[in-house]
């Protein structure tokens, strides 16, 4: 991250769901006393409170939740901003926290928000800016959704499982992802004919490229330059924002390919045995199963989905 130089005008959005922020803990207390503040019930108050934070002329909203919220904020802020988006600063308190691992996190309560605050007003806030994933539906009059990390076939096996059997265990952030991994990889080794083995349908096509047919095990999408616990599946050449995998399916050679995401490169026989990467402008999909945008399960348009990144948004951090 580079120093962002000049004071901010700073607005807070906070995850009313967030049973941190039930239980009282995270207060943002006095750091937050002269600050515009909302805590939306839906999407189309989430949209109204970020206007009313334009015509205050925020320019940092201050994100306190977990990946789906920045997810909520991010989609919001063409409603409400228009092409001229705030920077974002995330206030960690959710259930993984990737985006706080991957751009920078002051931390979840006050002593974050004032530790930020003081950035703001130093001008020695450190910025990067980045490209943002949005995920279209045609087909439906649905908005654009707006995040940083794509998934379908094990990758919704994985956060179904996640909900299912860890987060209500009280398992979370980076043990939860971890182990739904670890869980998902195990239930696809299993015996031939298993359902996850066999994938889902799917149709691919990267920057208007013939569209690849066939059953997938798993695809992966993100505009982000690292992911959290050292996971780097993504080579290949191209020159858009967008980096994308996929694997055929059944998954050949499975633990070896896992190994290959941990150490950041692949084995030379992986491209040969289904497994394909690269970089795209956009990316055109025909799926029926769900799929995953930082860390929510939705279902795709009639016509599929279109994978772009035509903005770019500020994330700053103390």
């Known amino acids: 991250m580079s120093p962002a130089a000049g004071a901010a005008r700073i607005g807070v959005i906070s995850n009313p769901r967030s049973r941190a922020l039930r239980e009282g803990r995270f207060a943002l207390g006095a750091a937050a006393a002269s600050m515009p503040r909302a805590a939306p019930e839906s999407r189309e108050a989430l949209v109204e409170a970020l206007a009313g934070f334009a015509a205050e002329e925020v320019d940092l909203v201050a994100v306190q939740g977990g990946d789906g919220t920045l997810r909520e ?8 901003y228009g092409e001229r988006p705030p920077a974002i600063a ?14 920078g996190s002051a931390g979840p309560g006050e002593a974050a928000l004032a530790r930020l605050r003081d950035a703001a007003l130093r001008g020695s806030l450190r910025r990067r800016l980045l490209p943002v994933l949005e995920v279209a539906r045609p087909g439906t009059e ?17 956060k179904l499982l996640a909900e299912r059997s860890l987060h209500r265990r009280g398992v979370h952030d980076r043990l939860a992802v971890l182990l739904a991994l670890g869980g998902t990889a195990l239930r696809s080794l299993g ?10 349908p799917m149709g691919i096509s990267a920057d208007g490229a013939a569209m690849r047919e066939g059953r997938r095990f798993l695809l992966l999408a993100t505009p982000l330059d690292r992911l959290m616990l050292g996971l780097w599946p993504f080579w290949g050449e191209g020159e858009g924002p967008l ?10 050679r499975l633990p070896a390919a896992l190994l290959a995401a941990f150490r950041g490169r692949p084995w030379r026989w992986m491209p040969g045995a289904g497994y394909r ?6 990316i055109a999909l025909r799926l029926e199963a769900p799929f995953v945008l930082d860390g929510e399960v939705f279902k795709p348009g009639p016509e599929g989905l279109l994978l772009s990144a035509p903005g770019r948004v500020a994330f700053v951090a103390p």
């Open 243 to 252: 980096r994308w995998l996929e694997v055929d399916a059944p998954p050949s």
């Open 191 to 200: 015996g031939r004919g298993h359902p996850l083995r066999e994938g889902a």
């Open 277 to 282: 990467s690269g970089r795209a402008e956009r």
């Open 90 to 103: 995330v206030l960690a308190t959710g259930k993984t926290n990737l985006a706080a691992r991957v751009l």
């Open 142 to 158: 649905a908005a654009p959704l707006r995040g940083l990390l794509f998934g379908a076939g094990a990758f919704t096996e994985a």
């Open 73 to 80: 904020v991010l989609t919001a802020l063409p409603a409400a």
